[in-house]
């Protein structure tokens, strides 16, 4: 890894401007696609490289090596990426719990300064860091950029939300006395990150437990091990002490109950599915021998989302808006549709405009623009994604499943099913890729419950044209992230700060003002002025 260098003039925390997201890359410019394609070109010339790890600022080679493969072609190795050992976990987590004391006592603003140079580099790096994500899990140009546009808006984000959460709140108005409410770091943060959103969820969950003062042990996954690479590189240009980010990419099965378990673990920030999730949960709740504090887990989970279609909605408006929530990024996001809930009276209509629609999703490698969807995460995935279209074409009625590559890779169609009711596995069952069930209701009300009909509760959406569909919706969907009138996915950065409940996670919403005081804990300090 290069040694880092000075950003130049000292960052200005006292005069920062207010909060604004990144803007999104527009792609109809041919200057943003020239510079995208030579990105994708300047990516492609450092394939092959050795990654290692990264721990107390130093480069950590192992022997065993795991490739990082294009998923549009898996005989195309990225490059080997070195994975840890129990020994080398150990040693992060040393390294973490080493620099925590002084890092607890770095000041908050001096903190956020960290992040707010990660966030120029980020910026500057931009393009080459969505290249990176086209070739290692098959993101579009403009999923991949949204991506880096929402790990620049964390860095941006939780920087600012640093500074105004040091300032210690004065409580009560007593005479002769002085309480104050602060906040503290609670030690050493495991950071678990997915796939799926390889660096802007990283960097999110990363930088909210550095920013609070809390040093970090990071676990890519290990199907986007060289896109977790790239926040170790940032942190080292950005000057951040050693030990305070170390980078530790494991075989799961090897290291990643010792992670959780390991008594030096105070903090636990999870993305991922149900079933990892609530492993972690479980064992997070035992203490260990030597523990000292009790673990606290931060876990945004699943999701099985809904969107109902009313008579009044204009199809013109849901059916695109519809597509995207349910396919875009090959329908891999925790956000994702994969129900939509029309009545009765408007199925038919409504199915034959969707599979029209939908016809005009074409399935390629994502590094050509052409192409909507791509190839899924991974040969598993594949299987699976199969398997649940299989299973739903017999539950239900199979209205569409489209033509995919021939050749290597992850290939697997989109598909719709009708005939669907809240009985059905794909009704129930989080799939993680582009598989939807339409679902014909009687009326609003069978409508509404089958939206609240699994045990999930992270995003939903209506389109509606009716204020009193709209109202109750408002009332009573019960998702962390409801949409009126729009996509289901696509969250921005304090616009609108995502986590879902239920079975979908703790609560906690990435991106907003509640989220940093999850990483630590709560002081009240009373003094007698009398």
């Known amino acids: ?86 020994a080398q976990l150990n040693r992060a987590i040393g390294a973490a719990r080493a620099a925590f004391p002084s890092w607890r006592d770095t000041a908050p603003r001096e903190r956020a300064a960290y992040l707010l140079k990660a ?7 931009a393009f080459e860091l969505a290249a990176w994500q086209v070739l290692e899990i098959g993101k579009q140009w403009d ?10 808006d964390f860095l941006e984000y939780y920087s600012r939300e640093m500074i105004r959460l040091a300032v210690p709140r004065r409580l009560g108005h007593a005479a002769g006395e002085l309480n104050l409410y602060l906040y503290e770091p609670r030690g050493v943060a495991a950071v678990i990150a997915p796939w799926n959103f390889p660096l802007a969820i990283s960097m999110g969950m990363a930088s909210a437990a550095m920013v609070t003062g809390n040093p970090v042990v990071f676990k890519p996954s290990s199907l986007t091990p060289i896109v977790g690479h790239h926040l170790a590189e940032i942190f080292a240009e950005a000057d951040l002490p050693a030990g305070v980010f170390n980078y530790v990419p494991a075989r799961g099965s090897i ?43 931060i876990a945004e989970m699943g999701g099985k989302n809904a969107i109902i279609i009313d008579e009044s909605a204009d199809l013109d ?30 199925y038919e209509r409504f199915t034959e405009r969707l599979v029209e629609a939908a016809r005009k999703w074409k399935i390629g490698p994502a590094e050509d623009p052409g192409f909507p969807m791509g190839a ?45 009711t809240p009985v059905h596995r794909i009704a129930q069952e989080e799939i993680f890729g582009p598989l939807l069930a339409v679902m014909a209701a009687r009326d609003f009300d069978q409508a509404m419950q089958w939206a609240n ?12 044209r009716n204020p009193e569909h709209l109202e109750r919706a408002r009332r009573e969907f019960r998702v962390g992230n409801l949409y009126l009138n729009r996509k289901i996915t696509g969250a921005f950065v304090e616009r609108q700060p995502f986590g879902g409940s239920g079975m979908s996670g703790l609560g906690g919403k990435a991106g907003g003002p509640d989220y940093l005081p999850h990483f630590m804990d709560p002081r009240v300090i009373t003094e007698n002025t009398a």
């Open 1 to 86: 890894m290069n040694s880092s260098k000075p950003l130049g003039a000292r960052i200005d925390t006292e005069n920062l401007p207010p909060f604004a997201n990144h803007p999104l890359a527009d792609f109809s410019r041919h200057d943003q696609r020239d510079a995208f394609t030579a990105a994708l070109v300047q990516v492609r010339s450092r394939l092959g490289a050795l990654y290692p790890l990264f721990i107390n600022g130093q480069e950590i080679r192992t022997n065993d090596l795991l490739p990082s493969v294009n998923p549009a072609k898996p005989s195309e190795q990225l490059g080997q990426v070195c994975q840890a050992g129990v």
């Open 119 to 125: 966030a120029a580099i980020t910026r500057r790096r």
């Open 143 to 152: 999923q991949a950029q949204a991506d880096v546009a929402e790990a620049i």
């Open 255 to 297: 290291v990643g109950d010792s992670l959780v378990d390991h008594p030096d673990i105070s903090l636990i920030a999870f993305t991922g599915s149900l079933e990892t999730g609530l492993r972690i949960i479980e064992r997070a709740a035992r203490v260990q021998p030597g523990q000292k504090a009790i673990k606290r887990v």
């Open 317 to 346: 408006l849901a059916i695109p808006h519809l597509l995207s929530s349910a396919f875009a990024f090959q329908g891999q996001k925790c956000s994702a549709c994969s129900r939509v809930i029309v009545p009765d009276a408007l």
């Open 376 to 420: 899924v995460c991974d040969a598993t995935a594949q299987r699976r994604i199969r398997e649940y279209a299989r299973i739903s074409s017999q539950e239900g009625r199979l209205l569409y499943s489209s033509p995919v590559p021939t050749g290597e890779g992850y290939w697997v169609p989109l598909t719709i099913i009708g005939n669907i």
């Open 453 to 464: 009909s699994t045990r999930f509760a992270l995003t939903g959406g209506i389109f509606s």
